[in-house]
């Protein structure tokens, strides 16, 4: 049995799959802060939705920064808790079976550049704009080499380290402590959004400039109905001068709330297909 796990700072999602087509009905958890609780919790749920057949080989999405080996969660903004916590070799240990670590949105991106919203695409840039923001550079399939990962929200959209960064303007953190509400709650007509398009536009004219993809791929809760209009950031982008004319498609994400469970069934494929 295959298991794929979405971490999320608030709920952690979990499913099973016998042959990694077909996700069995997600288990739906908390996420404690304490990491020892939480660890536990995630053992109990993957063993909960496995049920009697034995574990071989789990995928796990992390929202934070990874050690190099992609065994450690180093640093993890929303949960504090985690920092340093040996994600991979905890698991491995008490279930007996083999962890495949990844930073959720590098995850989601996989996900979505084979199975999602950028399939058929050499080169995706796939972003998220949620709770905080990232996003991953997947080239023919697979993530893009990098020696800690992608954090792409820590972009400073301005001339020097004073000015705040692509994630302190548009994440959904940013926008709750800026207006004291959930940013659902202010509406879809709320001028912030138009204000958020353009911000969103240069961080993309940014993107494009350094990764050179064939298609962007934008994810994350800020990018809902009530979100972010995706014809507001298109026209705006269109809009800033640049030196290569070629503006890449710009599509929203298409793997929904578990995407980040179909995404680890994505890579635990890659893993079985190159018969590690």
Same mark, same amino acid.
């Not at 190099?68 to 180093?74: F, G, N």
């Not at 026209?235 to 298409?254: T, Y």
């Given at each position: 049995?295959? !298991?794929?796990?979405?971490?999320?700072?608030?709920?952690?999602?979990?499913?099973?799959?016998?042959?990694?087509?077909?996700?069995?009905?997600?288990?739906?958890?908390?996420?404690?802060? =304490?990491?020892?609780?939480?660890?536990?919790?995630?053992?109990?749920?993957?063993?909960?939705?496995?049920?009697?057949?034995?574990?071989?080989?789990?995928? #796990?999405?992390?929202?934070?920064?990874?050690?190099?080996?992609?065994?450690?969660?180093?640093?993890?903004?929303?949960?504090?808790?985690?920092?340093?916590?040996?994600?991979?070799?905890?698991?491995?240990?008490?279930?007996?079976?083999?962890?495949?670590? @990844?930073? =959720?949105?590098?995850? !989601?991106?996989?996900?979505?550049?084979?199975?999602?919203?950028?399939?058929?695409?050499?080169?995706?840039?796939?972003?998220?704009?949620?709770?905080?923001?990232?996003?991953?550079? !997947?080239?023919?399939?697979?993530?893009?080499?990098?020696?800690?990962?992608?954090?792409?929200? @820590?972009?400073?959209?301005? !001339?020097?380290?004073?000015?705040?960064?692509?994630?302190?303007?548009?994440?959904?953190?940013?926008?709750? =402590?800026?207006?004291?509400?959930?940013?659902?709650?202010?509406?879809?007509?709320?001028?912030?959004? +138009?204000?958020?398009?353009?911000?969103?536009? #240069?961080?993309?004219?940014?993107? #494009?400039?350094?990764?050179?993809?064939?298609?962007?791929?934008?994810?994350?809760?800020?990018?809902?109905?009530?979100? #972010?209009?995706?014809?507001?950031?298109?026209?705006?982008?269109?809009?800033?001068?640049?030196?290569?004319?070629?503006?890449?498609?710009?599509?929203?994400?298409?793997?929904?709330?578990?995407?980040?469970?179909?995404?680890?069934?994505?890579?635990? +494929?890659?893993?079985?297909?190159?018969? +590690?």
């Amino acid at each position: 049995m295959y !298991v794929t796990v979405d971490i999320g700072g608030t709920k952690t999602r979990i499913a099973a799959s016998r042959d990694l087509i077909v996700l069995e009905e997600p288990v739906i958890t908390d996420t404690p802060q =304490d990491c020892r609780a939480a660890l536990d919790a995630l053992v109990s749920a993957a063993s909960i939705a496995a049920g009697p057949t034995p574990i071989t080989d789990i995928a #796990i999405g992390a929202p934070g920064v990874l050690s190099r080996d992609k065994r450690i969660l180093v640093h993890a903004p929303n949960l504090p808790g985690w920092n340093g916590a040996a994600i991979a070799d905890d698991i491995e240990k008490e279930l007996r079976c083999r962890v495949i670590l @990844e930073n =959720d949105a590098a995850l !989601v991106g996989l996900g979505e550049s084979t199975a999602g919203a950028g399939k058929g695409a050499s080169i995706v840039a796939y972003i998220t704009i949620s709770t905080g923001v990232n996003g991953v550079r !997947v080239v023919d399939g697979d993530i893009d080499r990098a020696a800690f990962g992608f954090e792409i929200g @820590e972009q400073y959209l301005g !001339v020097d380290a004073t000015a705040p960064t692509f994630e302190q303007l548009v994440s959904g953190r940013a926008i709750s =402590d800026r207006f004291g509400v959930h940013p659902r709650d202010l509406g879809k007509a709320h001028p912030i959004w +138009r204000e958020l398009a353009s911000v969103v536009a #240069i961080a993309l004219h940014n993107t #494009i400039a350094y990764w050179s993809p064939d298609r962007i791929v934008l994810g994350g809760s800020m990018m809902n109905e009530i979100g #972010i209009p995706l014809d507001e950031i298109v026209k705006r982008l269109q809009a800033l001068p640049r030196k290569n004319p070629h503006l890449p498609e710009i599509v929203r994400a298409s793997l929904g709330d578990f995407g980040g469970l179909w995404s680890g069934m994505v890579r635990l +494929r890659k893993e079985r297909t190159l018969g +590690r």
